[in-house]
């Protein structure tokens, strides 16, 4: 690769309305594996992530939970942040659609298309879909693609910009670049909806109706619209200004080299963001690369809303950030979609990891240590099987240096697992073992050196995919971390000229047995497998519901009913519906109870509320958390409202 080639990669600035999702995760992790590899291979390098922080949904979440919509974007941007920590995120730029200098270059756009005559006023009658803050033709609402209870009519004056002007242009690019849009399919989706006529975008909502966005700078009555405003922050994140006397070195970086996205987000950016760009006159992407989704075990997408959604956090809590890392990448091809379940993270763990390089680790310097006194033996005279394993490195390294250049990231890691089989292969069929017991050192030392070779050369590899895990090895052989990164490009060279020696390590350096990297797991960790515990439901009553059959006066004594006061309440980490209260019944320490009420009460809404519990209830462990009784409330299927007493703790209730 040419040192002076510059890479420009950017994920989508997440909607920073919730917490981060393994598709979240998935997205950013490709990004940041791909930015180390170009690094690594001496290009300048400059990765965008972000938050998009504007719109209607944005405003209401911040609302229902009495704050500014800045402070709730404040709150939440941390949990981004600290998740991309955790996953080892290293990005040049963590842009934040209310940052300043975004909101800047957002209007002198805006200003810019106005003045140019790219941005007009006219009015809309029609349908409104509030939840992904779009208009919807009367078309799209005969079809059935859309809930009605999503919908509104409205009538409003808005801003458009003039879209429709660049069907043809757009069209042209895609003719002439075939590669723009990745994988195919996507580029072909593209097509088909560019066989219609092509409508002007509405770019702005009137204040009145929805006042949290950048301002319309030749109209102070309206907002921005939040997708043609995040758009932009490609651009802003880099120095872009319409004005070039304002501008940065925007075009050190520009054009993109990948614009990483998901399949969801497709028309957004291969049609709007295109035609923006063709209005202002900058050059197109490389490449916009919308990749697939993660699916539950019975296909379908994961998310909250549809109650299948995985817990990014203690997936990495439970696994650490580079197994999460080399199972996204490992898994599924980045241009499909691909299903998750613990049990294929475990049993690909477990392969892999534990069985396939874990195994030729310890193995490689557990004989080294008791054989050789901890110490790399010098190169001994080859046979045909160091050739073949020699080889097979170097294919190895080529193949994954020519997959991970065009995101093929499960094409790279099995290419590199190829090597890591064979030389367990290898192992087992020259038996150091049996070398050692007859005393044929010279062999012994050959053997061994080629398989911690094999060892050294993985580890540098993986640098890109398991950042903590690679250097974790290469320690064992007291390689630091940017030596690691020298070696791995010197690999890739050598290997495209079929010069791979295995005779980098320097005979008598010190290696270090240490830890298990990966030890092999028998089962789920507790926290993960908790998940699959049923919680026992909690019995409810409706008033239309029929009566059960009676029951004797003795019956009801067994049942204790104690009147208790809320101290403290808070969402259950792991269940949305569930509110987790620590409750007063006058006992020496309040009793922990986990309740299905979060549909109908905020935790704060319940402090210092009068209760009655159900205190003699059996203990019940609910998503991972034992809860010691049950709260009293009126409701079927969803809670109405608690049954509330104006009592000291532990009074009895009758």
């Not at 979240?24 to 490709?30: E, S, V």
């Not at 409508?199 to 907002?223: N, T």
């Not at 699959?532 to 029951?551: G, H, K, R, T, Y």
């Not at 210092?608 to 991972?624: H, I, Q």
């Amino acid at each position: 690769m040419s040192n002076e080639r510059s890479t420009y990669l950017t994920t989508p600035i997440y909607y920073v309305n919730g917490l981060p999702h393994i598709g979240h995760g998935y997205t950013t992790i490709a990004a940041d594996v791909f930015a180390r590899w170009r690094r690594s291979q001496g290009d300048p390098v400059f990765f965008l992530t972000g938050t998009d922080e504007h719109g209607q949904k944005v405003l209401q979440t911040a609302q229902g939970r009495g704050m500014t919509a800045q402070e709730h974007v404040d709150d939440l941007v941390v949990h981004w942040r600290a998740m991309w920590d955790k996953l080892h995120i290293d990005f040049d730029r963590f842009i934040r659609t209310t940052e300043s200098d975004h909101e800047r270059v957002v209007q002198a756009v805006l200003q810019h298309l106005y003045d140019r005559g790219l941005i007009e006023q006219k009015d809309y009658e029609g349908w409104y879909h509030v939840n992904d803050e779009i208009f919807v033709t009367d078309k799209d609402v005969e079809a059935g693609r859309y809930q009605a209870e999503d919908l509104q009519r409205i009538t409003e004056s808005n801003y458009w910009f003039k879209m429709s002007a660049y069907q043809d242009a757009l069209l042209d690019h895609l003719e002439r670049h075939p590669d723009y849009i990745q994988p195919t399919s996507r580029r072909n989706e593209v097509l088909g909806f560019l066989r219609q006529p092509l409508g002007d975008l509405c770019i702005s909502r009137p204040k009145a109706r929805m006042s949290w966005g950048i301002e319309l700078p030749f109209d102070p009555d309206y907002v921005c619209y939040v997708w043609f405003d995040a758009l932009l922050n490609y651009l802003s994140g880099i120095g872009y200004h319409p004005d070039p006397e304002q501008a940065g070195d925007w075009q050190r970086w520009w054009p993109a080299t990948y614009q990483l996205i998901g399949k969801d987000i497709l028309t957004t950016h291969a049609v709007y963001w295109s035609t923006m760009l063709i209005a202002l006159d900058v050059p197109l992407p490389t490449t916009l690369y919308a990749h697939g989704w993660w699916t539950s075990a019975d296909g379908d997408k994961m998310s909250k809303s549809s109650g299948n959604a995985i817990d990014l956090g203690l997936l990495v809590q439970e696994f650490g950030a580079d197994v999460c890392r080399y199972f996204f990448l490992r898994e599924k091809s980045f241009g499909g979609d691909g299903s998750f379940s613990y049990e294929g993270f475990l049993n690909r763990y477990n392969a892999d990891l534990a069985n396939d390089l874990g195994n030729l680790a310890h193995r490689g310097l557990s004989m080294t240590r008791s054989w050789l006194g901890a110490k790399v033996p010098a190169p001994g005279a080859n046979t045909d099987l160091e050739d073949a394993l020699r080889s097979t490195a170097a294919r190895a390294v080529r193949e994954y240096a020519d997959k991970l250049d065009h995101l093929d990231f499960p094409g790279a890691l099995t290419a590199l697992w190829d090597l890591v089989k064979a030389t367990n292969k290898y192992v087992d069929t020259t038996a150091p073992w049996a070398l050692n017991k007859a005393g044929n050192t010279e062999r012994l030392h050959a053997v061994l050196r080629a398989v911690l070779e094999v060892c050294h050369l993985v580890a540098c590899c993986l640098l890109p995919v398991m950042p903590t895990k690679a250097v974790e090895l290469l320690s064992k052989f007291g390689t630091p971390e940017q030596d690691g990164y020298r070696c791995l490009s010197g690999l890739v060279e050598r290997a495209r000229e079929d010069q791979i020696s295995l005779a980098d390590l320097h005979p008598g350096q010190a290696v270090d047995l240490g830890d298990p990297l990966f030890p092999r797991l028998k089962e789920l960790p507790e926290a993960i497998a908790a998940l699959f515990v049923e919680p026992e439901p909690e019995p409810s009553a409706s008033a239309a519901a029929p009566l059960p059959p009676q029951i004797a006066f003795e019956d009801f004594t067994k049942i204790a009913l104690r009147a208790g006061k809320v101290v403290s309440a808070k969402a259950h980490p792991k269940a949305d519906r569930l509110l987790v209260l620590e409750v007063d019944i006058g006992e020496p320490k309040p009793r922990t109870i986990v309740a299905g009420i979060a549909s109908r009460y905020a935790p704060e809404q319940l402090i210092g509320l009068g209760v009655v519990v159900v205190a003699n209830l059996k203990p019940a462990k609910l998503r991972g958390i034992v809860s010691e009784g049950m709260l009293l409330a009126a409701g079927a299927e969803q809670p109405v409202g608690l049954v509330q007493v104006d009592a000291i703790p532990g009074e009895i209730v009758r």
